[in-house]
């Protein structure tokens, strides 16, 4: 079970932290990642993190957000900073049973477990 919280409005520049909680399973014994669609784009990945710990990201998101896990607190975290317009989408965190992200997308496939998702909203 995965639940979304933090989403809401920031300006052009701002900053935003997503949180993902995690109950029902231990995360970081899973790889996780954060994806997001809005009306104008197809769902796409934005950060994954591995279940060795190791993080990768989008292009478009690199050097400006940041993906991270609290064990202690079993939550997913993404520290997103100098936010554009271009950010504005619902995003949704995501797992699966196989050690990396990587692992899911080459095999074609959707992680298997999602969140409901919380908005994202970036004013110029």
């Known amino acids: 079970h995965l639940v979304e919280s933090g989403g809401g409005s920031a300006q052009s520049g701002g900053s935003l932290r997503l949180s993902c909680a995690v109950s029902g399973y231990t995360a970081s014994r899973y790889c996780m990642g954060w994806f997001r669609q809005s009306p104008v784009k197809e769902r796409e990945g934005v950060a994954y993190?591995?279940?060795?710990?190791?993080?990768r990201y989008e292009d478009s998101v690199k050097g400006r957000f940041t993906i991270s896990q609290d064990n202690s607190q079993n939550t997913l975290f993404l520290q997103m900073n100098s936010l554009k317009p271009e950010d504005t989408a619902m995003y949704y965190c995501a797992a699966d049973p196989r050690p990396s992200m990587s692992t899911v997308r080459a095999l074609g496939v959707n992680p298997l477990w999602w969140g409901q998702g919380t908005q994202v909203t970036v004013s110029s």
């Open positions: 993190i591995d279940d060795d710990g190791s993080t």
